[in-house]
């Protein structure tokens, strides 16, 4: 690993770091902390630093509620927007029961037992995210809303894109805590924003995300605006994905899924893991689109896939897309996922999927070229192309009693996450919404 405990206790020293956030992630992806004095760094690093588990959702009964956190050293950063004397650092942790071993309700759990899978045999997975999210007005209040004066578009530069000096601040802050930017622009929608940064190996990955989130939330707030990632906070508009781009490399970092003598210059290995990837994406739709919300993104006509398909162009339409860099860049390209999703589980889903499919060599369906969009319900049966659950529901569906989710996950959060969707998707249900009203209640 990059630091030692004597690395950590000299840079808290040398940068006058003051306090210290313990930070970890819950079932639905949400990051929490407790902050600690640097009088309790040694504590830390020893790996005794407690909290109440059962204060968690979908962590621990009450009876069971003592967890431990470890750090992970190698995640110890300086949060560059806080004061500069005496100042905040965190660490990315595991859970830990109180008997030492790891618990089965972390989510970073689960993709490291993942990850160990990959590396059993031979293989690393490295994934690039493309981040979007809207920045939006706050009221009097302060509180969020969905309203924006920005008018701006695809690549729109300043004076028209308005956040332009926000994305700067972003990309600053985040370069400041070892992050490599590789783009940020304007989206499609007004107020809708991407940045992207370096792919690494999934659980740096990961990590990255969640700081990436934290990072994005705070820098906007300075500036008076809210980020959210929510994936589609206005009808009508696109929505805000979160793009997975994914390769396999050995342990020298050679790219396994490159290849010149295919004719796609595709290997054996990138074929199979696509096709894991498909065959299990119904049952795992719900980890890489967890939100009744997520599914109004996924419709038509805004740019986000609706069929389990792969191209091999610079399709859209489809779920997967071959970008069209090769060698070192080679990659698949996920399209369906938004960033409401545990980057923890998604990946760990991800990653089985695709070891699944090199192992049991699955066949991969022909590709379909063309936009999707525009095609004939029949011409799609024909080429045997099957949508990806269109609601809360139907991704509940598809997860309820699948054998390999519940293999992936562990039973523990398997059946956490299963029992919150279902209540989640109870209470929409349970709605009336507006547009009912608006359409219902003069005509009948
Ligand atoms: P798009 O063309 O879909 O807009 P971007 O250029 O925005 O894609 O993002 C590409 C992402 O792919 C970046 O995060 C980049 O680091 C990542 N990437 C590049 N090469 C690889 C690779 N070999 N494996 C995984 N991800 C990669
Ligand atoms: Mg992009
Ligand atoms: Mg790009
Ligand atoms: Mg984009
Ligand atoms: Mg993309």
């Known amino acids: 690993s990059k630091y030692s405990k004597e690395d950590i206790m000299r840079m808290v020293e040398d940068e ?66 806080r004061p500069q004397q005496g100042k905040v650092a965190r660490f990315i942790c595991d859970v830990y029961n109180p008997n030492g071993t790891p618990f089965s309700g972390d989510p970073r759990y689960v993709l490291k037992r993942a990850v160990k899978r990959a590396q059993d045999m031979g293989y690393v997975l490295n994934v690039g995210p493309e981040c979007e999210f809207f920045l939006f007005h706050t009221d009097e209040e302060g509180r969020p809303t969905t309203s924006t004066h920005e008018m701006a578009g695809y690549f729109d530069v300043s004076p028209i894109d308005l956040a332009e000096n926000v994305r700067r601040d972003i990309v600053l802050n985040l370069e400041e805590m070892g992050f490599q930017v590789e783009a940020s622009h304007h989206e499609i929608a007004p107020a809708q924003h991407e940045i992207d940064f370096q792919y690494t190996d999934a659980l740096r990955a990961a990590d990255n995300i969640m700081t990436f989130k934290m990072a994005a939330k705070t820098i906007a707030k300075r500036h008076g605006l809210h980020a959210t990632f929510m994936p589609k906070p206005r009808e009508g508009m696109n929505g805000s994905g979160m793009h997975i781009n994914m390769s396999l ?158 293999e992936v996950l562990g039973e523990h959060i398997y059946t956490k996450y299963l029992e919150a969707k279902e209540q989640e998707w109870r209470d929409f249900r349970a709605q009336v919404t507006d547009w009912e009203v608006s359409q219902y209640l003069y005509k009948y």
């Open 249 to 406: 490399s050995d342990k020298e970092g050679r790219n396994l899924f490159a290849d010149d003598q295919d004719a796609l210059r595709l290997s054996r290995d990138a074929y199979y893991f696509m096709a894991g990837i498909l065959r299990h994406m119904k049952a795992m739709t719900i980890l890489t689109n967890p939100l009744v919300n997520s599914y109004k993104r996924l419709i038509p006509g805004f740019d986000a896939p609706i069929y389990i398909a792969w191209s091999p162009t610079s399709n859209r339409s489809s779920l997967i897309r071959i970008p069209s860099p090769r060698g070192e860049s080679t990659r698949i390209e996920l399209r369906c996922p938004d960033s409401a999703m545990n980057p923890y589980l998604a990946l760990a889903a991800c990653l089985s999927a695709g070891l699944d499919g090199i192992e049991k060599k699955i066949g991969l369906p022909a590709c379909v070229e063309g936009n999707m969009f525009t095609m004939e319900p029949e011409e799609l049966r024909e080429r045997n192309v099957e949508r990806i659950p269109e609601t809360l529901g139907d991704a509940i569906e598809a997860y309820n009693g699948d054998s390999f989710m519940k």
């Open 16 to 81: 006058d770091v003051e306090f210290i956030r313990l930070q970890f992630t819950d079932i639905f992806g949400m990051l929490k902390n407790v902050a600690i004095t640097a009088g309790q760094l040694e504590k830390a690093l020893d790996n005794r630093c407690m909290f109440d588990g059962s204060a968690i959702e979908g962590f621990v009964r009450i009876d069971e509620s003592d967890m431990y956190l470890y750090p992970d050293l190698d995640t110890f950063e300086v949060f560059p927007w």
